[in-house]
């Protein structure tokens, strides 16, 4: 069973400050995704990353895809109160499933 | 419509009664997927259609669970019998491509409460 696990499960920071987060498993991915969640809503792509060591920009978001592709890494730069939510990463699997992790729920305190 | 259309918002069942979530997924949307996503968690994966068949039905948790996508487009999420367990948000995501590296599109969800 392939499995991701996600870390901090949750964290709280003031406003202004970096923060990363971690999608790590032991199995090999194809690609990974990251997806943000809102409250009562589904979950938003925000990137998907494709070649181990690839990394992508999304404004003041970092994504990493490991070398091995069996890990990744969001790092936000200069938090905002907008960027609270739960964050998801998403792997391809073997079997093309897409499975998910448990999330990182981020709170950024104005 | 312009994006995936989930019904009912909310769904209130007593335990044993029978219940079907529907799922209107992107207009030419060839994949389509349901999760279940219990508080605090990430989604879970239930089932997964390719046009109208069932390419994948491993993640549903019981016999009770039932999926259906007859004319490849509109799906219908039944859960027969529904225990207190069952009691979680039911997404519904669907994708341009066949399931890969397209990406997916999620709608609201149905919170299912099973008293």
């Known amino acids: 069973t392939q499995l991701l696990e996600q870390s901090p499960q949750f964290l709280s920071i003031q406003e202004g400050e970096n923060l990363t987060v971690y999608c790590n498993s032991s199995?090999?991915?194809?690609?990974l995704q990251w997806y943000r969640q809102e409250p009562g809503e589904g979950p938003v792509l925000l990137v998907t990353?494709?070649?181990?060591?690839e990394v992508k920009k999304l404004k003041r978001l970092t994504f990493q895809f490991g070398d091995a592709r069996k890990d990744s890494s969001l790092h936000i730069t200069a938090a905002q109160p907008g960027d609270t939510g739960l964050y998801l990463c998403?792997?391809?699997?073997?079997?093309?499933?897409?499975?998910f992790g448990k999330g990182t729920r981020l709170h950024i305190l104005p | 419509g312009a994006g995936v259309s989930q019904s009912p918002r909310y769904k209130v069942a007593k335990r044993g009664q029978d219940v079907a979530l529907r799922c209107d997924p992107i207009?030419?949307?060839?994949?389509l997927f349901w999760y279940q996503q219990a508080l605090g968690q990430g989604p879970e994966f239930l089932t997964y259609?390719?046009?109208?068949?069932?390419?994948?039905k491993s993640g549903l948790p019981s016999d009770r669970f039932f999926a259906e996508r007859p004319e490849g487009s509109v799906s219908t999420l039944k859960i027969q019998r529904t225990q207190q367990e069952d009691s979680a948000v039911y997404l519904c995501?669907?994708?341009?491509?066949?399931?890969?590296?397209?990406?997916?599109?999620f709608g609201n969800g149905t919170r299912l409460t099973v008293t």
């Open positions: 995501a669907s994708s341009f491509t066949d399931r890969g590296l397209g990406t997916l599109h």
């Open positions: 207009s030419g949307h060839v994949s």
């Open positions: 259609f390719q046009n109208e068949a069932q390419l994948d």
């Open positions: 990353v494709v070649t181990g060591g």
């Open positions: 199995s090999v991915f194809s690609s």
């Open positions: 998403a792997g391809v699997g073997r079997d093309d499933k897409i499975i």
